[in-house]
Structure formats: structure tokens, C-alpha cells
């Protein structure tokens, strides 16, 4: 088993910026790919940015530029650095790794709420 656990959720104005993180811990070793997703208010959940165990990235299109994805295997963390957020970038955050065997592990959620 996998547990994750996200952190770096709250209320930022836009244009601001947030650093989400997701620390893995338990069979890490059977983890290959990390990634974020987020589910709206009335949204179908989608995929944000994910990062395999080689480094590959891949973002979703209403990111890419703002958001970026990164891995720290040592400490068993991937982060998501987000800037010139958006309202449209409100969501529950969550983070997931997907194992070799392709088994789907997910963490709590955070949300994420850009207001002025």
C-alpha cells in the first residue's frame, strides 16, 4: 500500500501563487508515476500535471506555462509550484501515484481557492 498526504492548500488572490506538496510514504519502491489531479465545483475530476520516475512531464493545456511539476525521490515528495493563479483554478486538489502495476493511489485532497 501507498499513503499520500497533500499540504500547501488556502485561499490566494489572483495572480498569486501556491506551492502544493504530497509526500508518499508505505511501498513507495512499487510507485512509478506521480501526478495532481483537481475536481471543481461541478466538475468532473482532471488531470493537472503529472511526472513519471524517469522525469517525463505532462501538463494540462489550462496550465501549462503557470503550473509546473517536480519530484524530489529522495524525500518520497512531488510538489506542484502554481503561479498567476486563476478563479478558474479553484478546486479540491489531489494528488496520485500510480504503481507498476498500474494501481490508482490517492491522497485526501486540499483545496485550492482563488478569490479576491
Known amino acids: 500500500q501507498v499513503q499520500l498526504v497533500e499540504s500547501g492548500g488556502g485561499l490566494v488572490q489572483p495572480g498569486g501563487s501556491l506551492r502544493l506538496s504530497c509526500a508518499a510514504s508505505?511501498?513507495?519502491?512499487?510507485?512509478?508515476?506521480m501526478g495532481w489531479y483537481r475536481q471543481g465545483p461541478g466538475k468532473q475530476r482532471e488531470l493537472v500535471a503529472r511526472?513519471?520516475?524517469?522525469?517525463?512531464?505532462n501538463y494540462a493545456d489550462s496550465v501549462k506555462g503557470r503550473f509546473t511539476i517536480s519530484r524530489d525521490n529522495a524525500k518520497n515528495t512531488v510538489y506542484l509550484q502554481m503561479n498567476g493563479l486563476k478563479p478558474d483554478d479553484t478546486a479540491v486538489y489531489y494528488c496520485?501515484?500510480?504503481?507498476?502495476?498500474?494501481?490508482?493511489?490517492w491522497g485526501q485532497g486540499t483545496q485550492v481557492t482563488v478569490s479576491s
Open positions: 508505505g511501498s513507495i519502491f512499487r510507485i512509478n508515476a
Open positions: 496520485n501515484a500510480v504503481s507498476l502495476m498500474f494501481v490508482n493511489y
Open positions: 511526472i513519471t520516475s524517469d522525469g517525463s512531464t
